[in-house]
């Protein structure tokens, strides 16, 4: 498609300029334009350019494939290896999508005044194919991330697009690498590929504007499994020393498993309300990694995120943060913190879980707002039962320890007993995903 089969006076026409994108209705704006016969109108009802279409999809196989290296290989831990192809689909405010290509992996060539290099013009999603025990290659709950995906494209001016026609894109993509990167093996039934679909504004202008070419693209990353840590303990780790109380000031516990948590201090924050926390976009991922690089070098995994004086608990790393705890009322009760002033990212893994214990109705869950305080005070009374983070990556990761302010908060886990609730969880999801139970959540993809 070239961008000559529409022409267009940019110099008058109105377009969603005149809503604010830096505010929810500028974002429900921009995602209206998605119209239901699939193509996006830039805003004014003359101008109809191209959405994205699947159907127009080529396919170009490299001369050469690469080697499938070993799950445990220094590749693979280095989160470095890619699978043969890649899709890109390139869009122009003037033309909109062109056909999507399924090509060889490599470099994108961009120049360097592109607006996501200076800009941060870029979101991204984070998915997982799995080989279900019943050879079948699945995603799970795909249009969800589909959907989130044109959510953060929105948020930061980048085009808007069919998240149907988005959803057979990948599906085709999977398709065509599963055979080599997804193979049936008999030993091991749980193999999964990482899959990154990304958006970034590639026009090569410095302007402080709307970008008006982007590029969306799909690869696949061989990904070490994140959800259980063979981590060394650090080295001269004092152990825990805790008191009945279950934390203890100023002591290193030595959890036996399971994922340590640095609270994130005072003066620095990973999201707040009005910003961006709520979109996947590599925006909230570069300032943060200062405070990641101090929590390893203390012996912890990831940064659990506080906001504000009362210290909120928001979220872990890159994942939803959960407790389950008995309550002040005495009740069993899973608490995670909620959607809705945009300091949360809403997690499909977050949803999933809620979902279904939900469903199980053994547990009374919770989404509201809840402090450090709190937690702190159900460890001190013995209430404090297990702590977990949800998300694709680590997908469910059993917490032992927190380390807040000068404040060991140690969950049963890292006094060496199980999380057995988190586990359940876990195994629960994992037969959806590798197709054990069948369900509506996994979607099984046509092998090409
Ligand atoms: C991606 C992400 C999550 C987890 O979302 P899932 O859809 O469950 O993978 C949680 N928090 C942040 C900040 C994220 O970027």
Known sequence: MSPSAVSRDFTSSPTLDTTSKLTKAGTESALSKVTSNGTTTTGNDDIVVADLDASKCTVTH???????????????????????HMLTARWTEAGGWEAPEIKPYGALSLMPTASVLH?????????????????????????????????????????????????????????????RWLPVDEKDDERFVYLRPTMIATAPALGVQKPKEALMYIIAVLFPRLDEPRRMPPAGAALATNGANGHAVGATPRPSTGMRLLASQHDIIRAWPGGFGNAKVGANYGPSLIAQGEARARGYDQILWLFADECFVTEAGGSNF???????????????????????????????????????????????????????????????????????????????????????????????????????????LKSIM??????????VVEEL
């Open 119 to 179: 800009y941060a013009t870029e979101c991204f999603e984070g998915m997982k194919a799995y080989r279900g025990a019943d050879g079948k290659v699945r995603l799970f709950r795909p249009d969800r991330n589909a959907k989130r995906f044109l959510k953060s494209a929105t948020r930061i001016s980048l085009p808007a697009f069919s998240t149907h026609e988005f959803l057979k894109c990948l599906q085709r993509f999977v398709g065509v690498e599963a055979r």
């Open 434 to 443: 590798y197709g054990r139970i069948q369900h509506e959540w996994g979607v």
């Open 322 to 428: 959960f407790v389950l705890w008995i309550n002040e009322d005495g009740e069993k009760e899973l608490i995670t913190a909620p959607l809705g002033d945009g300091t949360i990212l809403e997690g499909v893994t977050r949803a999933s879980v809620l979902d279904l214990v939900r469903a199980r109705g053994d547990v009374k869950v919770v989404e509201r707002k809840f402090t450090m305080d709190e937690v702190v005070r159900a460890a001190d009374q013995g209430r404090l039962l297990e702590g977990f983070g949800a998300g694709t990556a680590f997908f469910i990761a059993p917490v032992s320890d927190v380390h807040f302010r000068g404040l060991d908060v140690v969950f049963p886990l890292g006094k060496g007993e199980g999380a057995k609730f988190a586990m359940g969880i876990k195994d629960e």
């Open 62 to 84: 490299p001369p050469t494939f690469k080697p499938v290296p070993a799950l445990d290989s220094a590749e693979v831990l280095s989160q470095s290896c890619t699978t043969d």
